[in-house]
């Protein structure tokens, strides 16, 4: 049998290639994206935005709650999580125990000094809101995070944030009105005046130094420090408390000839497993 | 069809939501397993520019708007999702392994150098304090795009006709 045999050609799945956009269409993408620039820069983009943090906000939530936890499955495996669940009773031990410690010191400072000048948290008139992470950008020298606690909820620019020990974390670096961005102490930018607790005086800045550490600088060389001395804020902020601990003296810097000493400290607050803050507010009068 | 740019738009708003609450808490090298970039690229190179632009926009908005970070994050990821879907039409060939690959790897490359460019150009014209945008180690992340983009691959080549040649005989 001769011939051919003609079979019906399946249509091709040579992909078309699609037509450039015309020059019309790339300008006015360009002019839109223009105008949203200058939108943007003129604040009139803030509504939406805030509008779309509200919308999103509940899911986000939910979702940073799940990725917590996921997180911390991840991170152990079933023996190192023993291990370090007896580190972290330890921690939290010595967190509670420092936090003891420095209100003891104030406790005694305040019986040295008139007692009328001194100040506590309870009753320095500061009250606190408690904000979950919602996000997080915690890098070798960037460390910040995202709470679900704004504008609304009384919350400024350069409040303090805590631990639920008591340990600062941070401070509040820019405000939405749901949402606010908090720069933690290890983060590059980060200035904290602070002071060894019990001088109840300030005596330097807190510099973050990246990497879950900072620095204690400008120091005066009067001023004692040595190894594991406690480091708390000295209150000379407007809308930092004082005696908020930050973190534990490791080693001493100093030379005779040079005016500052320096001092590398370690942050007691967990500023890689963050999850629930408090923003210290001040109270309205 | 409008019903599928809303799914696509839908799911670059849930991979969105998972790279800024989920994502960013897995330690180490986990912390390169990202969804919006990935998801972008592929959308780029294996469906059309349409798609990758929705996709790109709807989860940008989502990052720009609860990261604390500044990176516009939306403006990048369109420019990667035009970029990506032109190589991979007229340059790459979007049928083989190894250009899906090359398209995945060119994708991280492109991004990085943008988010290069807004940190260098928000620094010179800003003095705020703004906060980088933190990126993981570049074999952690070019391993999880490289095991995506042949996932995906593999998903388009098994699902679809996509790469089956036409037959005719005479």
Sequence with gaps: MTGSMILPSRPSRRPVVPPPMSRRTWMIAALG????????????????REGLRAVLLPVVRLASSGGAALGRVLRLDPDAREANERVTEVEARLQSLTVDYVRLRALEEENRSLRAQAKFLGESGFASVGARVISRSVGFDTAAVTIDRGAKDGVEVGQAVVTDEGLLAGKVLTLGERTAVVLLVSDARSRVAAAPAGTNRLSGVVEGSGNGTARFTLVPQAIPLKENDVIVTAGTEEKVPANLVI????????????????????????????????VIIPKKE | MWSRRIIVALLGILVGIIDVAVSVWFPGPWAAVRSVLPFVIVLAVFSSRERAVTAAI???????????????????????????????????????????????VAGILIDRALVFG?????????????VTEVRVGWFAETVWMTAVMALSFFGVAALTRRFLPPVTRR
Aim: glycine residues 8%; neutral net charge; charged residues 10%.
């Design chain 1, 247 to 278: 973190g534990l003296v490791n080693t001493v810097d100093s030379h005779p000839t040079d005016p500052f000493k320096t001092a590398p400290i370690e942050p007691l607050a967990p500023l890689d497993r963050l999850e629930l803050v408090s």
């Design chain 2, 58 to 104: 709807a989860a940008g908005l989502v990052i720009d708007v609860l990261v604390p970070s500044f990176g516009l994050v939306t403006l990048r990821l369109t420019m990667v999702a035009f970029v990506i879907h032109a190589l991979a039409q007229r340059f790459f060939s979007n049928r083989s392994l190894p250009g899906s690959f090359a398209l995945g």
């Design chain 2, 118 to 130: 807004v940190t260098t150009l928000a620094g010179a014209w800003t003095s705020r304090t703004f």
């Design chain 1, 33 to 48: 994206g223009f105008a949203l620039l200058l939108l943007a820069l003129a604040g009139f983009v803030r509504p939406v």
